[in-house]
């Protein structure tokens, strides 16, 4: 034994790491006890307190190898978790004894014999050591905040007690909360004082005798601590300054986990996660999801969705591949408690689980979890409600926000709503001018039904009468007029306008009214006469050069008779002036790629769902039922657009002429594919082509996945799972059906088509 700074030390050789050949791996963060921890080095892994009444652990390590770590007879549940290098420490749920494992062998209590029957309230593990706060987790009144440590080291095999950790009288009488352990130290806030103080060898190197405030969260890293003010609810850091670099200034956290040379703390306001330190990108942070508990490994965090308690992970960088996929169970947001929630918090109600037998969270009736209140809610949504007793706010989609109290949370200026405005009351004043108008000539023709007016030479006629339906108007001189298109097909349901009347419609197609461009030309948002908002699409020079006349009045006579609720229906055409418009139904939610990857609202599973069926609906009526049938030829999430009832419609297909040879069944098959893709896009929430992504193809990155039994890996964690993930893992499979490379084993879009309405149907009763 020897003497350090007044503490008893054991020799550097403890470890408990069983396959010798990683005692030479160097751990880099330890995690805060709480309800997620991971186990560092290379034998490192995950585990959750799973939300199943029972306080049981779920874990999961590199090889995405889950298990339920209930199902061995000797590992107790747990009331909180810590990890170090290659093992897990924990609180057991039913006596407060402390519990170590491995991921080598889990039904081997790693704890020393001499403390392995004390009660324990809190507990750190370190790199090679664990320091526990004596009492019982679950006693208002028991703790008796003072602590044992012990460390750990080889021996055959095993790990046996070396000697206490703490060695001075000062830590031995002291009572401390928030303990936390890093590499030779452990630190803790004093309960009379509130200030932290330090023990062990390594102590001294963290320079933390100038943390005069009150803290009240704290976090270690290797060779570092932060911590979270009490008063300013503000992180300060002291010890290795690589390993948290520049922490964030002005930003009030609630909860703190430390990695390889990286921080991580939950947002007090909206509970999303920020990130700091020399390895960490901050593009890898998801932004979509708040969180109320997280850990961090080497180069991995995983946390406890606030949506829906789904465990979620993510690298510290682009480039790095993610290590840990977590298993799709629900997990404990938090650590159960004895005693009241403070100000500021909230119980949770295990109801919004939405699963009758289940009322707590907790293995006692008594305790409770208390969590932090939000304030304001992630990009995309605003509190529509605030935090009580037993409920946090409630975040709500910015597409529903109606009033001002939400514009500025969703980045709507008043402006732009008193523009909207101003439009919805100019639309009133035309469709009431109209009705007016409409009812006194109906008045005037039921009153007056003939009048004659006879003169004497030159004596002429006036008829007034009713007619229902507009007439074909008449074209303004062209001078270079296209040939006479037969009008014959398209009276009736589609109408051919005057280019004045569009170009009012669009304000002389300007910029502001652009829906979006491609290779064709312009799609403009345009308002008629009658009120009605439609989509306007014109072609540019280019498209009106390589289209004769002849092929645009094919596909006018086409596009004519394609009429579906899945797809975007023609309204009618202009051909003035050498323009080539076509006149659509306007789709007002936008399109499907702005949900998936913009900033419009995102979509839920049975939403997801509906429009994967309704798409496949709208392919296959234009492969099957529309002669000659159509391709579309350039099927992607952009050209799926959502229409007022959120239903999916198929835009911008093209149609080829009839005198034009094409392989039909080619492009069905090359649709089918599109199609796949489309699919994984809606699983996922990737983008089919993402450069900040690795790989950044969807395909090359899911298929692997799907084709080994891992399509839960893929599955988008930025909202919230079903209760019941199957219609989401058969979803995947018909992706993978749809992505093969020999066409012919492609299902046909008939077949797409009954397979996705046996999943939306098992979706709604199983929902």
Known sequence: MTTTNGYFVAPVSFFFIVVSSLLFVTAFGYGSPGPIAAAFGENGFFCAIEAGGEQEIICWDKTNKTSSVSSFDFVPSMASLSGGEGFLCGITANNSQAFCWDSLDFGTNLVPKAFRYNSYSQIAAGRTHVCAIRGFYFSRTGDSGFVDCWEFHQTLGKSNLTMSFVGDHYANNVSVNNIVSGDGFSCGVAKESGLIFCWGPKSSNLGISNASSEFEVLASGKSSICG??????????????????????????????????????????????????????????????????????????????????????????????????????????????????????????????????????????????????????????????????????????????????????????????????????????????????????????????????????????????????????????????????????????????????????????????????????????????????????????????????????????????????????????????????????????????????????????????????????????????????ITHQDLKTSNILLDSEWGARIAYFRVVSANTSTDVSGDMEDDVYNFGIILLEILSGRKAYDIDCTPPEVVEWTLPLIRKGKAAAIIDRNIALPRNVEPLLKLADLAELSLRENPSERPSMSNLVTSLDQIVKCELILS
């Not at 305790?367 to 605003?382: E, Q, R």
């Not at 004596?459 to 062209?478: H, L, M, S, T, Y």
């Open 228 to 629: 979270v003010s009490k008063m300013s609810g503000e992180v300060e850091c002291w010890g290795d300054s690589s390993e948290f670099d520049l922490p964030p200034r002005r930003t009030r956290f609630t909860s703190l986990s430390a990695g390889r040379q990286h921080f991580c703390g939950i947002r007090e306001d909206d509970h999303g996660v920020e990130c700091w330190g020399r390895s960490i990108n901050v593009s890898s942070v998801p932004k979509a999801s708040g969180f109320l508990a997280i850990a961090s490994s080497d180069s991995t965090i995983c946390g406890v969705r606030e949506v829906d308690l789904v465990l979620d992970c993510w690298g510290t960088n682009k480039q790095s591949s993610l290590d840990y996929s977590p298993p799709l169970q629900l997990c404990s947001p938090g650590v159960c408690s004895p005693r009241s929630c403070a100000n500021g918090n909230f119980t949770f109600n295990a109801s919004i689980l939405n699963e009758p037998e289940l009322t707590s969270l907790c293995a006692r009736n008594e305790l409770k979890i208390c969590l932090p209140c939000g304030a304001n809610c992630s990009k995309g949504y605003f509190p529509s409600s605030t935090c009580s007793a037993n409920a946090d706010r409630i975040c709500t989609p910015c597409s529903l926000c109606q009033n001002s109290s939400c514009w500025d949370v969703c980045g709507l200026s008043s402006e732009s709503q008193q523009q909207k405005q101003l439009e919805i009351k100019k639309l009133v004043v035309i469709i009431g001018s109209s009705v007016l108008g409409c009812l006194l000539i109906l008045v005037s023709c039921c009153i007056f039904t003939r009048i004659f007016k006879v003169k004497s030479e030159g004596k002429r006629r006036i008829q007034c009468c009713f007619c229902i339906g507009k007439p074909v108007a008449e074209a303004d001189p062209n001078p270079n007029p296209l040939p006479p298109l037969s009008l014959k097909t398209y009276v009736g349901e589609t109408q051919v306008y005057r280019l004045s009347e569009l170009k009012d419609a669009t304000h002389g197609f300007k910029e502001f009214s652009e829906l979006g461009r491609g290779g064709f030309g312009f799609v403009y948002k345009a308002v008629l006469p009658d009120g009605r908002q439609v989509a306007i699409k014109r072609a540019n020079a280019a498209t009106i050069i390589h289209t004769n006349s002849r092929d645009f009045e094919a596909e006018l006579e086409i596009l004519c008779n394609v009429k579906h609720t899945n797809i975007v229906n023609l309204i009618g055409y202009c051909a003035e002036m050498g323009e080539r418009l076509l006149v659509y139904e306007y789709m007002p939610h936008g399109a499907l790629h702005d949900h998936l990857h913009g900033d419009l609202s995102p979509l839920g599973w049975d939403l997801r769902l509906k429009i994967a069926f309704q798409a496949a609906r709208g392919l296959e009526f234009l492969h099957n039922e529309v002669t000659p049938p």
